[in-house]
């Protein structure tokens, strides 16, 4: 399905997450020699289709990791001290990361486009991690990611057809 829209896109990852899950433990056990290659591949065919602006549901319903160097980054291109942007729009997490006070994103314009486009979150800039080396030690992440990206989901179901267990 190309393009699944936002409103079904949760209800379709649900339907398929336990076949997933199924498909990401025998993928975890014996990863494909050619794996890294064939998920670059499915990330550029997808990402050809698709435009983050037309959705930004990551930025809407989920928050990035800033790392220390997001916020020395992101602060100086604010023209704000380190202490005084982390005060304005982070909180730390239950796993001790600094992550957004609150969702949508703070940074998200109205159409969609990112106002620290430029000096985003490393998270944000790698986002949905679908072209990562080493795939199938981040299956977990992509799972979580399936219900929020439609690109994602999208690889992923290209995914199990290019590359059946």
């Known amino acids: 399905m190309t393009n699944p829209q936002i409103n079904i896109l949760q209800k ?14 025998k993928l975890k056990k014996k990863p494909p020699k050619n794996l ?6 499915l990330h550029d065919a997808e ?5 983050c602006l037309d959705c930004a549901n990551c930025c809407k319903t989920t928050g ?7 916020i020395e980054r992101i602060s100086k291109h604010l023209r704000q001290k380190p202490q005084q942007f982390i005060e304005q729009y982070l909180r730390i997490d ?22 620290i486009y430029d000096v985003r979150p490393k998270a944000c800039r790698e986002f949905p991690h679908t072209d990562r080396k080493k795939f199938q030690q981040i299956t977990d992440i992509t799972l979580k990611n399936t219900p929020i990206c439609p690109a994602a989901f999208n690889i ?6 290019k590359l059946p267990l």
Request: with cysteine.
């Open 64 to 70: 990035p990791l800033f790392t220390l160097a997001d």
């Open 12 to 25: 379709l990852a649900k339907d398929k997450h336990i076949e997933n899950k199924k498909y990401f433990d």
């Open 94 to 115: 239950e796993d001790q990361d600094y992550v957004l006070q609150n969702v949508p994103c703070a940074f998200l314009d109205t159409d969609n486009t990112c106002f």
């Open 47 to 51: 990402f050809k289709k698709t435009d």
């Open 36 to 41: 890294d290659y064939v998920m670059q591949d």
């Open 156 to 161: 992923v179901e290209e995914m199990k057809k």
